[in-house]
C-alpha cells in the first residue's frame, strides 16, 4: 500500500484517506494503484459496510499529478487510473466522501460515483480537462449533463473555471455542507449511520438505482478513456502541462492540433 493513502478501519467503515499534501494531493500510478486496492480489499471483505474517502491536509486532491500524465500517460483502458475508475463504479457497498479545499480533475469527477458526499466550505471544485487540452473522463460527459443540464454542465466542461461548495450544492454533487472542522468527523458518523442498517437492503437498494445507468457509464468511459489517452500525447496537452510546471500561462495561440 502507497504511504500517501492510508487506509484505517473504524468497525464497518473503512475510510481510505488521500495524503499527499506537499502536491495537493496530486494522484500518482501507485496512488491510484493503492486506492483501487483499497477499495477491492474493502468490498470483499464481509466485515466492511461502508467506505468512506478523505483528503488530507485540507485538501482533498489537485487530481491527476501531471508530471505522470506528462511523462508516464495512460495507454489503456488497464492503466491505473482507469482500474480506480473501474473498481469505484462496480463498487457494490456505499462509497461516502468528504471534501475539504481542492477537488480538481477527478477529485471532482470520483464524487459523480460516490452515492453521498459533503463539503467544508474551503473546498474549491474544477474541470480543467479543456484547459489542459483534454477531454472529461470518469463518464462526466453523460453523468453531469444529467445532473445540472447541458448548460450548466458546459459551463464546468468548457470554461473549466473553479466553483466552490456552495455551487456544488446547489448543482447536486455534494449532498451538504459542514464547517471544515466539523466535516470529517460528520461524515464517519453518516458513514457509521449508514453501516448500522440492514446490509443487504442497502446493497440492494444501491444496485438498484444503479442499473440502468451501468451499461452507458461503461460505454461512455471505454469512449471517453480512448480520446483522452489521445489527447494526452497532443500538442494542446503539452503545452498546457509544460506551462504549469514553468508556472506561467499556456499560449495556445501557435499551437497547431490536429489529434482527433
Ligand atoms: N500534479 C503534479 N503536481 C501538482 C499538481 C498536479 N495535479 N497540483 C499541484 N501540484 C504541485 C505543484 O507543482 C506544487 O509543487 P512544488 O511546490 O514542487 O512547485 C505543489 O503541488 C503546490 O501546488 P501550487 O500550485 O503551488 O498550489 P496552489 O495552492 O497555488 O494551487 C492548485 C493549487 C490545485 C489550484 C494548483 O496546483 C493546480 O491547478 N494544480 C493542477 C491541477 C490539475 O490540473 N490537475 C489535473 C486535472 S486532470
Request: proline share 6%; aromatic share 6%.
Amino acid at each position: 500500500m502507497s504511504q500517501q493513502i492510508h487506509t484505517t478501519t473504524h468497525g464497518p467503515v473503512v475510510r481510505i484517506q488521500i495524503n499527499r499534501p506537499e502536491k495537493k494531493n496530486a494522484l500518482t500510478l501507485a496512488m491510484y494503484d493503492a486506492m483501487t486496492e483499497a477499495l477491492l480489499a474493502a468490498e470483499a471483505d464481509p466485515a466492511v459496510r461502508v467506505i468512506l474517502f478523505a483528503g488530507a491536509s485540507n485538501c482533498f486532491t489537485a487530481g491527476n499529478d501531471l508530471g505522470d500524465f506528462l511523462n508516464s500517460p495512460p495507454s489503456s483502458e488497464d492503466s491505473p487510473v482507469f482500474c480506480f475508475l473501474k473498481a469505484l463504479t462496480a463498487a457494490e457497498k456505499p462509497v461516502l466522501a468528504a471534501v475539504h479545499g481542492v477537488a480538481v480533475g477527478i477529485g471532482t469527477t470520483m464524487l459523480l460515483h460516490c452515492d453521498l458526499a459533503w463539503a467544508g466550505p474551503s473546498a474549491r471544485f474544477q474541470l480543467p480537462f479543456v484547459n489542459l487540452g483534454l477531454t472529461p473522463e470518469a463518464a462526466s460527459s453523460l453523468i453531469l449533463p444529467q445532473l445540472m443540464g447541458h448548460r450548466r454542465a458546459a459551463e464546468l466542461l468548457l470554461l473549466g473555471e473553479t466553483f466552490d461548495a456552495e455551487a456544488a450544492l446547489a448543482v447536486g454533487l455534494v449532498n451538504g455542507l459542514r464547517a471544515d472542522s466539523e466535516l470529517d468527523d460528520y461524515a464517519l458518523r453518516k458513514a457509521e449511520a449508514l453501516a448500522a442498517k440492514p446490509p443487504t437492503a442497502v446493497r440492494l437498494t444501491k444496485m438498484l438505482m444503479k442499473r440502468w445507468p451501468t451499461e452507458a457509464i461503461r460505454q461512455t468511459m471505454s469512449q471517453e478513456g480512448e480520446i483522452f489517452i489521445a489527447r494526452l500525447a497532443s500538442p494542446e496537452a503539452r503545452e498546457a502541462m509544460t506551462a504549469f510546471f514553468e508556472r506561467r500561462q499556456p499560449d495556445f495561440s501557435q499551437v497547431v492540433d490536429d489529434v482527433l
